[in-house]
């Protein structure tokens, strides 16, 4: 408890000082706090680094270091955005962000049948929901909660739903999703989560098997809703345009279930494949996603 007031005062003492800068600096501030992070957490660096090279194997180890540090800032600068999101003037929503392509929601959201924004921890995922103001319409999150830091997560929710979200507890919300979608909403979801072993699904991402969630999918084939995958495109200090893929074809006919859900959830991960080959600094590779580094990768010249 006491440690969730003390970092929720240094956040909102953070916050007051960036407002002070100009946008430039807001900027460097968020790429040093990214180096910094880069050369003093040794761990997570030789995660990212590990991952890199699982993704890339024909990346030399210079190269696959270069992009974990480039990782690094962008993070930093993820966590300056988030901060200032809040102060975002309304009238300079539509001169920071945009849609591509234009019609992608008239095209979804008038199927009625409800909408996954499938998203992913790629580029700045935290500041997505500024999409809620672009479509003039709301936007349900799915966020897992910090459980020993309630003061401090229900601080980072408002964070969060500043940018125009709606959060709820992503904890046995099966039925709350479907009535959602039922009511034609647009629900997020993080598709590159680490699921755990014994309710995940086996599936390749970069040509290696990893247990990943079964939700999307499921609740795709359960209620026929779409499944749009969007991602932002960095254009600028909290200036993106947040990109639209086409609906993802989930197979609901034509094989055994689980042959199915492992068919569509495979789909998924090929897109986050594409995405990361075009921006390979943009996703979170601290994190742990093909589990703990083979013995081979742990050592690294920098």
Known sequence: M??????????RLMQCALRALPE???LGTGRFLGAVGYAVLKNRRNVAISNIQRAFPDHTPGQAAGIARNCFKNLGTNMVELLMAPFIPEEEVSQRFSFEPEDIAARTLGSGRGVIALTFHFGNWEIMGITSKLLNQPVVALARPLKKHTRLNAFLNRLRESTGLTIIVNENTAKEVLRLLKRNAIVAILGDHREKRSRGVFVDLFGHKVPTSKGTAMISMKTGCLVVPCYPVRKG???YTIMCGEPIVMEREGGDIEELIEKNTRKINAFLEDIIRQYPDEWFWVHQRWGRPNRKHRRHKL
Do not use: G, N, P
């Open 24 to 26: 430039k600096a807001r």
């Open 2 to 11: 006491i440690i969730d007031l003390i970092l929720i005062a240094l956040i």
């Open 237 to 239: 200090f909290l200036r």
